[in-house]
């Protein structure tokens, strides 16, 4: 049986997983210089809320918007009430403080829902395998392939062809002109951390089904995310998604073929990119 | 000048009569607070006096503890020599480490240290034929002093080795910060590209850095594998590079005890942790969070600003990022 | 800004002072009771007995993190069988001090020499993991305190003087007979899937060349999974189908949640023979929603199942549901500790001060309601292991009991290969 299909099939569904937890945190970065480490924390307490709606209202939908609403309101919260008094200057703090808050978020799960892996079953039609002529493959990770593809085109457009989109570019390429220009940039910080918040919640909530929640999820795709970020570089969506792909393609190939080296997998692409082109492939933020 | 002579004093007598004040199972805490002092030495090296706040410094630690450890059990090789060869090698890793993650600064920096503390984690870890993987080295004995009448095993007589040692890296510590060499890092931490308009070749003086503190680590490695008669690889994780650059911005980034008062609180409250909360990585946390909003400049900053000394002490700006970008530079302690 | 800062340290130093100020003993949890006992501090030993002074028993583990779960497991089940006998053991009070060692070989240290030099315990049940115990083996033979071991699975650590191992180790797994097992079943091919560190490797090496050549079974597939791996995809779109085909290997914690959950995703249990793991793949109070999905599964350990055909132990299943709201699966080695040091207790009328005899009278053989254990000369326990199947009975996903394979042991003395 040729199997080359069912592992580019797993690389485009782990790629799009990453893609959507990184997405956020590759803008957010870019634009307000902030590396927020609690962002894997949304990415877990996306999954766990996710769960927790889930389990009173068997609503797949519902738990999935529960999910990227509770954590876009909680980026907001940590973006306003703790990081909004750093300047752009201030890197450093910013990452410890939010350092502080993934281990704070972690516990606190913890305490919450307890040790054990928890599963969120997804709905019945997309439960089970799908048979594509010659191969059989999950449905609910196509759904993710998916899900995920429509959310790159989203946010693509939405930096590239919207208003708001070209703001976040000005800021992105030169915060100080943006502001001299008129654009306010702390509602437009708060308003992108919130977005990247919520898209790392979702991400959480759709990996929920498969991947499973359980505490240690938010550091095993911490350094995940990071990778991307080095690669893709920050301040770009397209970014983003190129490097979840590269990232996605060397863990799954080399799973497969080369188990023996699975925890290093994906230190060749960070290493490649550092030794050749630092800032990453399309990074844009100075 | 007579101020922190007596404060020097002070402290060295209380480093000396402490072992015998408390209980014997305590002296080991003691030994490994001076150890994990030596770390966060070196990493305040780092980012304290260069800008450059890391998440990898456990990894050399292990590298230095592994080496001496593997040099004393498989090829019986005395315990100066495999002393020296941690340390070497630690500072080697250092340099290779050095030359990857210099290539980028400020927080893409500390993810770079990150990936690469991680990846000699995954080593240690797989590496099962020459670590033993998760089950770790075992049945490393204490270093024989023979001209010594008291024997290494003893918790408190190893303590004042280790003592001996910490205070040797600490006076070789100041004297390096006082040094132009010192100066010159601080004038990169607080505006690297005016240094480089001045002719400074900024990047050899970071990696200079880089590489003494990599150094420190391995010493502080070498000392724990004796200390714990144990190697395992959870020691090149994130975790106890996370505790140690706790202990620099809460002791005091930018200054030369900073580290010390730092380890000597938060090493003995992760142990204890335990007798009074379950949570230690809650607390852990917090103490994260309440340091950056609330004493940036750590303890021995906000100490210094509150006892009246020098006339000329410049003023403390209200910045948050006031411990970790501009402790004043050439400071007494 | 400045007001902020000035209460900081005198926080962070208030902070600390408590945490140094606590009482030297960790208080109980709060679901189960505190054990009742005079306040005053024993000095353990003889004089200790006879003036009614507690037993002590530290319980060295985890309580949080990941692998906290055990570790509260294990002490919520030993003080809720203590209280069922009165919190006391051969007439003596007895108390439980849960001790964390965050799975770090240094807090183990110090934390082991306060139990034994400050709080005098007894009995030091644990450490749970076995890195610790690997490591710091020759440490803990030099430490005049005994250790029973609930937990460390692997052959790299062998027990000394002073120390018993119950539970069964990662060659204890090992059968031949488990391999007839498969043979019997129809099964000719193998794929093995481990998680690649020491442990999982001890445990696919056993399968590798004890279990798997016993039953003529070939091994077409050896994968290896890093541990915290996301994805089982790239694994299992490697794997033959057919009816001849077994998956086993080395899984267990989240690893093996999300396989079960990955797996019935590809229709994996439809397409091979037999998936069946060893050690703690499936465990009885694991997530009812993870166990679901393993349904089909098999998994083979010493933990005896919900519905092991024993009615003293049925009693014990149906008490702990009620009071725990799961089955007991983990916990079992909790109940098998418990009645364990009872035993000793009783044998040397509540006096563990000679340390001879404490450990002669812990590896005495003991009955259980789920078989007989007994000790051999280097303190590893021979006991059964137990095939069960994951099976959804009456809404509830829980193992049940297929075959038995009595007398599993593993050599003594430690052969050369498995020391360090």
């Known amino acids: ?286 | 000048m007579t101020r922190p002579l007596a404060a020097a004093a002070a402290g060295l007598t209380l480093a000396a009569l402490l072992p015998f004040a408390v209980p014997a199972y305590f002296v080991d805490i003691l030994s490994r607070v001076l150890v994990f002092a030596m770390l966060a030495m070196g990493l305040n090296l780092l980012a304290g006096y260069a800008g450059l706040p890391s998440l990898g410094q456990a990894a050399f630690m292990a590298t230095g503890a592994y080496t001496a450890a593997l040099l004393i059990r498989k090829l019986e090789v005395g315990f100066a020599a495999a002393s020296l060869a941690g340390v070497l090698l630690a500072a080697a890793v250092g340099a290779v480490f050095g030359l990857i993650a210099l290539r980028a600064r400020g927080a893409t920096f500390l993810l770079i240290t990150l990936a690469l503390a991680q990846s000699v984690w995954a080593v240690a870890f797989t590496w099962r034929s020459l670590t033993r993987g998760d089950d770790g080295l075992g049945s490393i004995p204490r270093p024989e002093l023979g001209w010594l009448p008291w024997p290494m095993a003893d918790a408190r007589a190893y303590y004042f080795l280790v003592l001996i040692v910490f205070l040797a890296l600490l006076a070789a510590f100041a004297v390096l910060v006082r040094s132009p060499f010192g100066l010159a890092l601080q004038g990169i931490r607080d505006n690297e590209q005016r240094m480089r308009s001045l002719g400074y070749n900024t990047w050899l003086y970071l990696y200079t850095a880089f590489i003494i503190a990599a150094g420190y680590a391995g010493v502080a490695g070498v000392l724990r594998a004796y200390l714990v008669g144990a190697v395992v690889p959870g020691w090149s994780q994130v975790d106890p590079s996370a505790e140690a650059l706790l202990m620099v911005i809460m002791g005091g980034p930018g200054t030369v005890i900073g580290p010390l008062v730092g380890a000597a609180i938060i090493e003995p409250v992760a142990e204890m942790a335990n007798l009074f909360t379950r949570h230690w990585p809650l607390v852990l946390g917090a103490l994260y969070v309440v340091v950056i909003l609330g004493a940036p400049e750590g303890i021995v900053g906000w100490l210094r600003r509150r006892l009246p000394a020098r006339a000329s002490r410049p003023a403390a700006s209200e910045r948050p990022s006031e411990g970790l970008a501009a402790a004043a530079p050439g400071e007494a302690i | ?420």
């Open chain 1, 1 to 286: 049986m040729d199997t080359l299909p069912l592992t580019l099939l797993d690389a485009l569904s782990l790629a799009m997983l990453l893609f959507l937890l990184s997405a956020g945190l590759s803008i957010t970065f870019g634009l307000m210089r902030v590396l927020n480490m609690a962002h894997a924390s949304f990415y877990l307490l996306g999954g766990y809320i996710g769960l927790a709606v889930w389990s009173r209202t068997a609503n797949f939908g519902l738990a999935l918007l529960a999910a990227a609403a509770s954590m876009a309101l909680g980026g907001g919260l940590l973006y306003g009430v703790f990081l909004a008094r750093f300047s752009k200057e201030d890197e450093m703090p910013q990452v410890l403080l939010t350092f502080g808050m993934l281990l704070i978020a972690a516990e606190a799960a913890m305490i919450v829902w307890g040790g054990n892996v928890m599963r969120l079953p997804p709905p019945a039609l997309l439960q089970g395998p799908a048979e594509l002529g010659a191969v059989t493959y999950p449905r609910y990770r196509l759904f993710v392939i998916a899900a995920g593809l429509a959310m790159a085109v989203a946010l693509s457009l939405l930096i590239g062809r919207t208003r708001l989109g070209a703001m976040v570019r000005a800021g992105v390429d030169d915060t100080e002109t943006a502001q001299t220009i008129g654009l306010n940039m702390p509602r437009l910080f708060l308003l992108v951390f919130g977005l990247g918040s919520l898209v790392a919640g979702l991400a959480g909530a759709l990996g929920a089904p498969y991947l499973g929640v359980y505490p240690g999820l938010d550091f095993d795709v911490l350094l995940l995310a990071f990778a991307v970020i080095i690669v893709g570089g920050a301040g770009s969506v397209e970014g983003a998604f190129v490097a979840s792909l590269l990232v996605a393609l060397a863990d799954t190939l080399t799973k497969t073929y080369v188990p023996a080296l699975s925890y290093f997998s994906i230190y060749v692409p960070m290493a490649l990119i550092l030794a050749f082109r630092p800032r990453g492939l399309l990074g844009r933020a100075a």
């Open chain 3, 1 to 420: 800004m400045k007001a902020l800062s000035s209460f900081v340290v005198p926080m962070i130093v208030l902070l600390v002072a408590c945490g140094g100020a606590a009482p030297a003993s960790s208080p109980p949890a709060k679901p189960a009771p505190s054990s009742p006992g005079p306040a005053a501090k024993t000095a353990g030993g003889a004089s200790a007995a006879a003036a009614g002074n507690p037993i002590k028993l530290g319980i060295m583990a985890e309580y949080t993190g990941p692998f906290g779960v055990n570790g509260v497991r294990i002490a919520d089940t030993l003080e809720w069988l203590a209280q069922q006998d009165g919190n006391q053991l051969a007439g003596r009070p007895v108390r439980f001090l849960r001790t964390e060692d965050q799975a770090k070989v240094d807090v183990f240290q110090s934390e082991a020499r306060r139990l034994i030099e400050n709080e005098k315990v007894d009995l030091i049940l644990g450490p749970i993991n076995s890195g610790i115990a690997s490591s710091a083996q020759k440490w803990m033979n030099d430490q005049p305190g005994v250790f029973v071991m609930w937990e460390i699975g692997t052959v790299q650590y062998y027990p000394g003087d002073n120390a018993v191992r119950s539970v069964a180790t990662s060659w204890h797994h090992a059968l031949p007979s488990i391999g007839q097992y498969y043979a019997e079943q129809g099964i000719k091919r193998a794929v093995t899937i481990g998680l690649d560190y020491a442990a999982g490797r001890d445990f696919v090496n056993g399968e590798m060349q004890k279990v798997l050549p016993a039953g003529g079974v070939q091994v077409v597939r050896q994968s290896w999974v890093p541990i915290g791996n996301a994805d089982f995809g790239p694994v299992i779109s490697q794997i033959p189908t057919g009816q001849d085909v077994l998956i086993t290997g080395a899984l267990w914690a989240a690893d093996a949640g999300r396989f079960m959950q990955q797996a019935t995703d590809f229709g994996l249990k439809n397409k091979v023979k037999l998936i069946a793991f060893p050690t703690a793949f499936a465990n009885d109070d694991d997530d009812q929603a993870v166990l679901k999905a393993g349904e089909g599964m098999y998994v083979y350990n010493e933990m005896p199942p919900p519905d092991y055909p024993n009615p003293e132990y049925q009693k014990f299943v149906t008490a702990y549901r009620q009071k725990f709201g799961v089955n007991p699966g983990y916990a079992t080695k909790a109940y098998l500790t418990y009645l364990q040091v009872k035993q000793a207790a009783e044998a040397l009328k509540g006096d563990f001060s000679d340390r001879k005899k404490t450990i002669e009278a812990l590896r005495a053989p003991l009955k259980t309601p789920f078989g007989d254990i007994k000790f051999d000369q280097c303190g590893n326990a021979i006991r059964s292991i137990f095939l069960k199947e994951i099976k959804a009975a009456g809404g509830v996903a829980q193992t049940s009991m297929v075959k038995d394979f009595p007398d599993a042991s593993i050599p003594c003395p430690q052969p050369a290969e498995w020391k360090g």
